[in-house]
């Protein structure tokens, strides 16, 4: 059984920062991306940021220079760092893994797709 649990969320003025963080437990053998989507009411979900089993990186043009994403392999743990938040970040934010995991021998293993439950971030004054 995987699971991926989000922490970190909650409320902030304009221009402050938060980091959520989010750690994928489980039998895991291998997590190969992860990232961060975030959905505001009546809107699409969107990817605000994408880390790589490579170390690349990838940031949606609306978070690019403020917000950071990293990966503590070791914990399989992933965070984003925001920073300068503006009212439009408001959202919930969902941690996103894409990933190995088995139920016997990691050589059995099969790659799926996950979700975190979501934290809320909302920035207002």
């Known amino acids: 059984q995987v699971q991926l649990v989000e922490s970190g969320g909650g409320s902030v003025q304009p221009g402050g920062s938060l980091r959520v963080s989010c750690a994928a437990s489980?039998?895991?053998?291998?997590?190969?991306?992860m990232g961060w989507y975030r959905q505001a009411p009546g809107k699409e979900r969107e990817l605000v940021a994408l880390a790589t089993s490579g170390g690349s990186t990838n940031y949606a043009d609306s978070v690019k220079g403020r917000f950071t994403i990293s990966r503590d392999n070791a914990k399989n743990t992933v965070y984003l760092q925001m920073n300068s938040l503006k009212p439009e970040d408001t959202a919930v934010y969902y941690c996103?893994?894409?990933?190995?995991?088995?139920?016997?021998?990691?050589?059995?293993?099969?790659?799926?797709?996950?979700w975190g439950q979501g934290t809320q971030v909302t920035v207002s004054s």
């Open positions: 996103n893994a894409r990933l190995e995991a088995t139920w016997s021998l990691c050589s059995y293993s099969r790659t799926d797709t996950y």
């Open positions: 489980g039998r895991i053998c291998r997590i190969a991306d």
